[in-house]
């Protein structure tokens, strides 16, 4: 089995750190891809930022599983991919990267939203920057948990992460805290790839479950392979019609299916 990791941002050390997590929580035998584009933002905070992050990830998941739409399924190398998972907490360009897929596509924030549903009642999720707290209860009434979550942030820029004297890893283990004590949080989701590495760490200091979504997401994915499951190409994910696009972005468009 082989699924790619698409980091939507393009730094390259971050993308690192979470192919590192994704293998470390992929069964013996599956073969993971982490990756990133080459065009986009360094980071991704905010709405902005996450739709011009989305040419950049089908790029990356066009490149790899075939020509465009995956009509050969053959990947760059000849190998392609069973599945794929998107390692952006906002879920970035989630329903178009189902549109083009030819496997299974997993976002990291249902992934890991769904996981620690199933692990107590209340949770909370821990995030970066204020402005993601927005965009990040969307998703929550999305995946049905609105009720049950509190997204918190702890106020650190995402590359903030990257920089082990920056105090951002402190401020995240301070708002988990926080999320345990005042808001009664059973478990505790990760609300950033960036923070992927420190799941295990924080969940035996803390006491309760941490959900990394980077993990949640590549055991999503490699149960779904298993179960000879894809995405239903019968309505909103059917393959894009075969038009004309203009400008810079005229290599995305959809050729037709023969």
């Not at 994704?22 to 930022?49: C, H, K, Q």
């Not at 011009?52 to 050969?72: F, K, M, T």
């Not at 479950?209 to 298993?226: C, F, N, Q, T």
Request: charged share 20%; net charge negative.
């Amino acid at each position: 089995m082989r699924i790619l990791v698409v980091n939507p941002n393009t730094t390259a050390s971050m993308t690192a750190r979470i192919g590192a997590a994704a293998r470390a929580a992929a069964f013996p035998g599956t073969d993971i891809l982490a990756v990133n584009p080459a065009m986009g933002p360094a980071s991704i905070e905010g709405y902005y930022d996450e739709a011009l992050a989305v040419p950049g990830l089908l790029e990356e998941i066009l490149r790899h599983q075939g020509g465009p739409n995956g009509i050969d399924g053959a990947g760059i190398d000849g190998a392609g991919i069973d599945g794929t998972v998107i390692a952006c907490f906002d879920d970035v360009g989630l329903d178009a990267a189902r549109s083009v897929a030819i496997g299974p596509v997993v976002g990291i924030c249902e992934a890991a939203m769904q996981t620690a549903g199933l692990l107590g009642g209340r949770f909370a999720v821990v995030t970066t920057l204020h402005r993601s707290v927005p965009a990040l209860e969307r998703l929550a009434e999305r995946y049905g948990v609105a009720g049950r979550c509190r997204i918190r942030a702890a106020g650190v820029p995402v590359l903030a992460l990257e920089d082990p004297g920056s105090g951002a890893v402190e401020r995240v283990r301070a708002e988990i805290r926080r999320a345990v004590d005042e808001d009664g949080a059973e478990s505790i989701v990760l609300g950033c790839a960036g923070m992927a590495d420190l799941a295990r760490a924080l969940g035996q200091e803390t006491g309760v479950p941490v959900v990394d979504g980077v993990s949640a997401a590549v055991k999503l994915v490699e149960g779904l392979v298993s179960l000879g499951l894809r995405t239903s190409k019968a309505g909103g994910y059917a393959a894009p019609l075969p038009k004309a696009y203009a400008g810079e972005l005229a290599r995305f468009a959809p050729p037709a299916v023969e």
